[in-house]
């Protein structure tokens, strides 16, 4: 057991993340007012809460966006960043986590959330990020602690260690004993607890689950094993040392107990945090941030706010920061802060500079986006956290109401991909639609919610046109003419095609067998531009692939003839030849690769093949225990809403990637609804 690695870190930056509905925001709330930041704890149903301040956040009683929110404890300044706990809206959480000391995960003995918990610890895992476990709503538990740890400790990769017990007075918990400072204390509700005698049954306990605390400890100490083994009791502030020590190196998850909306266990959190948590040069350091005195900043969110234009919240990792620096970013642009502001909630609170450790809203700086590296040194600085691009699950096309507002509609989806760059916006270049692409059902509503109230833009959407395309399956000769007097030059066109299939997958082929002369050189290239025209839309409605056509004869007039001339005979004779090549329609089949809990894979298979998916087969997922992974073949159009249904099978866990894989005949039926509904659509 080493040194004392309990002294004050300076400002301190923490994230509050836990699954969907697991009183994140609550905590922030109560956190807030046990510190004195705020008169009273809001609530999220009542629509009062610093979190959740938004119009879209309050009008769905969800988080939606990340918070800052910063408050005092001990003369210590905390900076608490409540992210969403939905998966469509993880993005902000990932951007924001590199940026922060500690997290704390908020979560509930559910065994239903278990995948989502796992899914959260996972990321901080991977990104070495301290955390504590808050075991939320305590004051409804229904099972004794050891049984809800041993619940949720699949969902974690290193031991959650018992920092408390709670002490029952018949089925309900009245309190908790700290079982590193060996004390009780009951729950007094919007008040401090109260410190009562540790005896009886409960200092049995106490002394059990100690000891089993430290058991955990001694794996990573051997100096703490000796004395467990000589039935030595350790010195108390060694033990916090070994708390402080192991938490910071990622051995172990201290989890504490308390209820939100009574604002219980949340001074103990604090203490926790207080002497546990590390500082921003151990923040700094994690994330390979070099040596200088310069002042270097990462920026974790973007904000287009109505009257303060934008706003990157970032966290300062070293040196200071001056109002009106010029700061370099690691995209490579460069701008000049016009403000630095406080982050609670409103981004109001104007502030001459920030130091080393503050998480403080720039104005202004229009080249920075999110996930940047910034630095008032004369050079580029290098980007301290790698970009993921978010895979996206579900499209709309958008377009504005009112055709005046096309131009705004278009700069306003570039600010919100600014906000969130988890949403995408793709052009596509055959039905000139805007398609834009998000994480979920939810993810997009948001996303029109803030065009309309935000930017004031309002839109009407509907679901992305299906790559439908059609091709021959028998070749003939097809000749094209093309005769018209209308007084003075005329127009004349001549030519004869040999149009045939190609094997599926080799697109469009175009070449030329002309002898003698029939058809000049100069007019080929304008008898392909032909070709090309007409096979952007076949005899069945959608554009023409897998074709050859070879010029093989025609004539020409030597006044008459034009590119324009033979560029027309060669779209007509392709319009006259495609309806008698037995035509036929093809749809884009998609490889479907989904990650699922193990208990919801025989939801998914069946979900599957109701949409016409061919399941290629599962196996566990690498790493990650308890999950499936399961590949299939899928249609394109029965790809639009599958993640609603697979969402709602894996309790809001479940996620899938894709990719093109080929296009494949459709026959029957189903071809003849899908070919009447593009032409009622036309």
Known sequence: MGQDVRSPRGPRCIALVGPFQSGKTTLLEAILARTGAI?????????????????????????????????????????????????????????????????????????????????????????????????????????????TLAMLQPASRVPLVLRQIPIWKGELIEGFVDLALERAFIYREHKASEVVALEGGDLDREKEARFSMLEKLADHDDALMEQLLEDIQPPRDAVFDDLARELREGQICPVLLGAAARENGVLRLMKALRHEAPGVAETAKRLGAPESKDALGYVFKTLHSQHGGKLSLTRLLAGHLDDGATLQSSSGGSGRISGILAVNGAYDTKRASAEAGDTVALAKLDPVKTGDTVSSGKTQPAALVAEEATSAVLAISVAATDRKDDVKLGQSLMRLHEEDPSLMIVQNPKTHDTVLWGQGEMHLRVASERLRDRFGVKVTSHPPAIGYQETIRKPITQRGRHKKQSGGHGQFGDVVLDIKPLPRGDGFKFTEKVVGGAVPRNYIPAVEEGVVDGLTRGPLGFPVTDVQVTLTDGSYHSVDSSDLAFRTAARVGLNEGLPQCQPVLLEPIHVVEIVCPTDATAKINAILSARRGQILGFDTRDGWSGWDCVRAMMPEAEIGELIVELRSATAGAGSFTRQFDHMAEVTGRAADQIIAAHQHAA
Do not use: W
């Open 39 to 147: 008169a009273r704890a809001g609530s999220v149903d009542a629509g009062t809460s610093v979190g959740d301040a938004t119009p879209e956040a309050r009008h769905h009683k969800m988080t939606v966006g990340l918070t800052a929110a910063t408050t005092s404890f001990m003369g210590d300044s905390y900076t608490f960043l409540d992210c969403p706990g939905s998966v469509e809206f993880a993005h902000d959480m990932r951007a924001a986590l590199p940026a922060v000391d500690a997290a704390i995960v908020v979560c509930e003995a559910d065994e239903k959330k278990l995948p989502q918990l796992q899914i959260i610890l996972r990321e901080l895992e991977e990104l070495k990020i301290p955390r504590f476990l808050f075991l939320n709503k305590i004051d409804r538990a229904n099972k004794r602690i050891r049984e």
